[in-house]
């Protein structure tokens, strides 16, 4: 082949592989990624045991940067202590090496059988677990046949004159060799696909073993950096786990580097194949790392908080608090985060509208700003559920999913709606209110507190229709739509007959007060708005709220039938 034929080949067999660890990671965590997640999140009784979850858990997902985002999430939110989450790393950097291991085997010849047998399963199958699973199978299957391509492109290397004057440079120079695996690991995001690369290699003796073993060193610190990429902007306690791993693996892979020579004689005692050399080097590094480290990894975790010590967050901090990036390939636990966050959005607006009362009642110029600034904090949070379940919405969803999906976007949106009426609405008044110095009846004030406590309720009973989807919460909130509307015309009524008296409070009042309830009954409108899916679903709502033409009545004028 000529030098393009073999560039070509090289990157086309590198992006199987990469494809195939994704369709093998992201199969086996839609098949049994709460499975997985609740092994981490329950195995850190002993720190055996949480060393043995790290290393099955990656085992299976063929990534320890998917186990690192993973456990640093668990860490951030306080789940998991750092200490814990650093030990299952040590467990998860040798479960990086089990994948590898089986590679050393003759079984490239399963990739016929594994992607003919994965392709029947995913066309056959409608439901998620078993496409997932079928997934898995086409993945593995990949991987497999890439390594054939890798080695049948590798073999011409060994006699290129061109690599063997650029391999003479880097044999020379094991700390760059390192340096440059480090790099290329670090933009393939995947220490096993680099470790498997290098393998190929020195299959068809192309690579020299010392510079090889050096390539695997890199490897194994470029897949610790590559974490810190998808932890960009997290807060330090989420991505200490990360640092904490990196300084481990990178403490371990230094004096290696000048142990390469009596490393290699060791390894031949037990194969002197150089693929197998390349596995077994790469297994003895992360067997030596993970229990040298392992009793010091109380003393790592005291270093890694002394240098990224926690920030102080305001109180009324816009960070969503639920929204797991490491659920989005799962709809049914993503969707159910968006549930929580969206509940808490909830909360803040819920906050808003009891403090809006407070402001009217007591004219609190310092409570209408920060009622507004509140705001700002629900506009945030409705962005960032928004983003999530754009993400989500990416993967397959069932029926039930994307019906559950448009129920979460939509009452985020009315949500920010009612944020907006309180913030651009009530607050105007407020000030209006405040700046002429008007004061409400005794018993205006009355009607807007009743009217105000009446949506209040009803704000709380969409909230809970809304987590539990109870039909019969939902035909109550929807009753409650017209109860209010009346409850409106009576205090419009009210208001009137105060003016008819001349009441001073009142006439200066008036388009305050009818405008404040005007508003309220806009958010309760806004509320009420998340039992119209779900009464739908349940086949309890009419098509049109209109009567029949042959029914109706027609209009009169005048004592007299409009003309037809």
């Known amino acids: 082949m000529s030098g393009t034929e073999v560039f070509a080949s090289f990157i086309g067999s590198v992006a199987l592989l990469l494809w195939g660890v994704r369709m093998v990671r992201t199969g086996m965590t839609r098949a049994f990624g709460s499975t997985l997640r609740q092994i981490v999140a329950t195995s850190t009784k002993t720190t055996l045991r949480a060393f043995f979850a790290g290393l099955g858990v990656t085992g299976l997902l063929q990534s320890s940067t998917a186990t690192a985002v993973l456990l640093s999430s668990f860490s951030a939110r306080g789940l998991i202590a750092l200490p814990m989450a650093l030990v299952m790393m040590l467990g998860a950097n040798i479960g990086t090496t089990l994948t590898a291991q089986v590679f050393s085997f003759d079984v490239t010849w399963l990739w016929t059988l594994g992607i003919g047998a994965g392709v029947l399963l995913f066309m056959a199958s409608e439901g998620d677990k078993l496409r997932a699973i079928a997934r898995i199978g086409i993945g593995f299957s990949l991987m497999l046949l890439s390594l054939i391509q890798l080695n049948a492109a590798a073999e011409p290397l060994e006699h290129s004159a061109v690599f063997g004057s650029l391999l003479t440079g880097l044999a020379g120079d094991p700390i760059l060799g390192f340096l440059v695996a480090t790099a290329l690991t670090w933009l393939m995001h995947s220490s096993l696909t680099m470790v498997l690369f290098v393998m190929a290699l020195a299959a068809a003796h192309a690579l020299p073993m010392p510079l090889a073993l050096a390539l695997v060193l890199g490897a194994n610190v470029g897949g610790a950096i590559a974490p810190l990429s998808a932890l960009i902007g997290s807060p330090p306690a989420a991505r200490r786990v990360a640092i904490g791993n990196l300084a481990m693996r990178f403490a ?41 480290f392992l009793p010091l990894a109380g003393l790592v975790s005291k270093l890694v908080t002394r240098f990224m010590p926690d920030q102080p967050e305001p109180a009324e901090s816009a960070k969503p608090r639920h929204l797991d990036p490491n659920v989005i390939d799962t709809p049914s636990e993503a969707l159910a985060c968006a549930m929580r966050e969206t509940l808490h959005m909830g909360d803040r607006v819920s906050d808003m509208l009891r403090q809006a009362l407070v402001v009217f009642e007591k004219s609190d110029a310092k409570l209408m700003k920060e009622v507004e600034k509140a705001d700002n904090v629900v506009d945030h949070l409705h962005e960032a559920i928004k983003l999530y379940l754009v993400k989500v919405s990416k993967s397959e969803m069932t029926d039930e999913e994307s019906r559950r999906y448009v129920e979460i976007i939509t009452f985020t949106t009315n949500l920010e709606h009612v944020g907006d009426i309180i913030d651009k609405n009530l607050m105007e008044l407020a000030g209006k209110k405040m700046k002429n110095r008007y004061t409400f009846s005794p018993e205006g004030l009355d009607e807007i507190r009743h009217f105000h406590a009446r949506v209040m309720d009803n704000m709380r009973l969409a909230f809970n229709v809304f987590a539990t989807r109870d039909v019969t919460l939902a ?50 409108g806004h509320l009420t708005s998340v039992a119209y899916p779900i009464l739908e679903v349940a086949g309890e709502l009419r098509d049109s709220r209109l009567r029949k033409a042959e029914q109706a009545e027609p209009p009169v004028t005048q004592g007299k039938p409009l003309a037809t």
């Open 252 to 292: 371990a892979a230094v004096p290696f580097l000048f142990l390469l020579a009596p490393s290699l004689a060791l390894l031949k005692m037990l194969s002197v194949a150089p693929a197998q050399l390349v596995l077994n080097f790469h297994t003895a590094f992360n067997v030596i790392a993970s229990l040298a």
């Open 475 to 524: 035909r109550r909130l929807l009753a409650e739509k017209a109860t209010t509307r009346a409850a409106e015309l009576a205090a419009a009524d009210s208001h009137y007959g105060r003016l008819r008296e001349g009441r001073l409070e009142s006439i200066e009042t008036s388009s305050i007060h009818l405008d404040v309830v005007r508003d309220l009954k806009r958010i309760n």
